[in-house]
């Protein structure tokens, strides 16, 4: 492998701190560090190599996993890690960056951890300086765009200057283990294909649910809201690897292509369909375990005014239906928000109950198979099963059971997380768990249509108490088609 140079825009920023040292460091920590890697992270604000690894550090003390801060592991990275002060919107302080911390042997990958509206202006410079090579990746992540223009025109500003095969978008839904194992359960298991099509499935439901409220982000969020922040990208990523079609390979081209296609079919919700397949939510205070949270009116902020109109979703439904051969006629209920009663992120599989019915005397408690794919917390997969009560009941009385398999010992902790991931295989230069143009395209094109359906029918929040499961609207929802939704620890 040839050596690289990481360059880290916005070096010293929130992203940085929070998410690409740690990730850094846990490919340190399992021995993944691809051998002659250096990263230089690069900031406007002066200060000298000592304190910036001092900030490094005592961050990575402070938030790595409990119990695995190594520090032999933390001085190898730190040799690595180099601080350059510039403007990396202006081409010679670029150029004085390169001359000074960069190898030109090296392959470049450089990390915009900064925010998208100067994209551009740093695209132009690297372009400028001569650091945009053709072998010069660039790393961009969310939020990319408020809406398909929006997007299209950040886009355009990194095109200008990369091609779509130097461009990784991240999606740190994408870097999660089981989301990826979802390409295993689906493509290295033969006994579920047959399956998984409308024939033998019921519906499917995606959530998303957060404990936390938006605290000090409060401004950004009330722009962005839950549709945006979450429905636009992680849960439609993982709706699209749940039902995409078999790709061809396992390789980026294959699996992008596939899952365009589902985007592409997502059956459109306009002004005449909100109001039975949306439901869009707002938390206000409630409580948990005795602890009072306020509402999202009353969140505490310094830094902004809080509108007290804000008709912001925080919580959002979705009965959306992918119109293909395989899926036709089958509802994919999505659901995410945010102060609900529990942290957990779910797909669960709901299969058709069989036709003919043997077991009549036991209808009620005949229930239909069920898949639950646990993304977090305790990553694994669940299938209820049904079985004969022990005993000499007259008859086979039914009750259901649980077949489980957790990818990890439970309690046993991962030793890295969904960005360290996604970091590797920007250094393997490999695009397959990135996401392309196409697909955030044609996913603003759809979230863009249900905003449009909202504002045209003035479709307002229903409020749900912090610490709740959400506005009842979204039960009404489901309950309309006969089903309800599946929550956290029921079979
Ligand atoms: C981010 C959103 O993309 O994902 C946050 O901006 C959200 O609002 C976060 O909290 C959730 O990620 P995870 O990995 O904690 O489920």
């Excluded at 200060?47 to 001092?54: D, G, M, Y």
């Excluded at 293909?324 to 609900?340: A, M, Q």
């Excluded at 669960?348 to 005949?366: L, Q």
Aim: hydrophobic residues 40%; charged residues 25%.
């Amino acid at each position: 492998m040839t050596k690289t140079d990481m360059l880290i825009v916005g070096g010293d920023g929130d992203l940085a701190l929070r998410k690409l040292y740690p990730s850094l460091y846990y490919l340190e920590l399992n021995d993944c560090m691809p051998e002659g890697t250096r990263i230089i992270g690069s900031a406007r604000t002066a200060q000298s190599q000592e304190e910036f690894l001092a900030k490094v550090e005592k961050w990575l003390k402070e938030n790595v996993k409990k119990g695995l801060y190594d520090e032999e592991k933390w001085q190898r990275l730190a040799s690595r890690l180099t601080f350059a002060q510039g403007d990396a919107t202006n081409p010679e302080s670029l150029k004085a960056i390169e001359e000074t911390y960069l190898d030109s042997d090296a392959a470049l990958v450089v990390y915009l951890a900064i925010p998208p509206m100067i994209f551009g202006k740093v695209c132009s410079a690297l372009d400028a300086c001569g650091l945009a090579k053709e072998t010069t990746r660039l790393v961009v992540e969310k939020p990319l765009g408020d809406s398909e223009e929006s997007f299209v025109a950040i886009n355009a500003e990194l095109a200008r200057v990369f091609s779509e095969e130097q461009l990784f978008r991240i999606d740190h839904y994408l870097g999660k283990e089981t989301v990826q194992n979802l390409l295993a359960l689906r493509f290295a298991n033969d006994i579920f294909e047959p399956l998984w099509n409308a024939n033998h499935i019921d519906h499917i439901q995606i959530t998303v649910s957060e404990e936390v409220g938006v605290g000090n982000r409060w401004d950004f969020y009330n722009q962005t809201g839950a549709t945006r922040d979450m429905v636009q990208n992680h849960l439609l990523q993982v709706l699209c690897l749940t039902c995409m079609e078999p790709p061809a390979k396992l390789d980026a081209d294959s699996v992008r292509t596939e899952k365009l296609k589902v985007l592409k079919s997502l059956k459109v919700i306009g002004a005449k369909d909100v109001h039975h397949n949306t439901v869009r939510g707002q938390y206000t205070a409630g409580e948990k375990n005795g602890e009072t949270m306020p509402g999202y009116l009353e969140e505490e902020s310094d830094k902004y005014e809080i509108d007290p109109n804000s008709q912001t979703e925080t919580f959002v439904a979705i009965k959306a239906e992918i119109q293909n051969w395989r899926w036709s006629g089958v509802p994919i209920y999505l659901r995410t928000g945010k102060r609900l009663a529990s942290r957990h992120s779910e797909i669960t599989i709901h299969f058709r109950k069989k036709k003919h019915n043997i077991f009549e005397e036991n209808h009620e408690n005949h229930a239909s198979n069920r898949m639950v794919i646990r993304l977090q917390p305790d990553e694994g997969i669940r299938l209820r099963v049904m079985s004969k009560v022990a005993g000499l009941d007259a008859g086979i009385p039914l009750e259901s059971g649980c077949l489980n398999m957790f990818f990890a010992e439970k309690g046993e902790q991962q030793k890295h997380d969904a960005y360290s991931r996604l970091i590797f295989d920007v250094l393997r230069n490999d695009q397959t768990l990135f996401v392309s143009a196409a697909e955030v395209q044609a996913a603003w094109q759809w979230v863009d249509q249900i905003f449009q359906g909202w504002e045209d029918t003035g479709m307002r929040v229903q409020n749900y108490p912090a610490g709740s499961l959400g506005p009842n609207g979204a039960n009404v929802m489901l309950a309309r088609d006969g089903n309800e939704w599946h929550e956290i620890d029921t079979l």
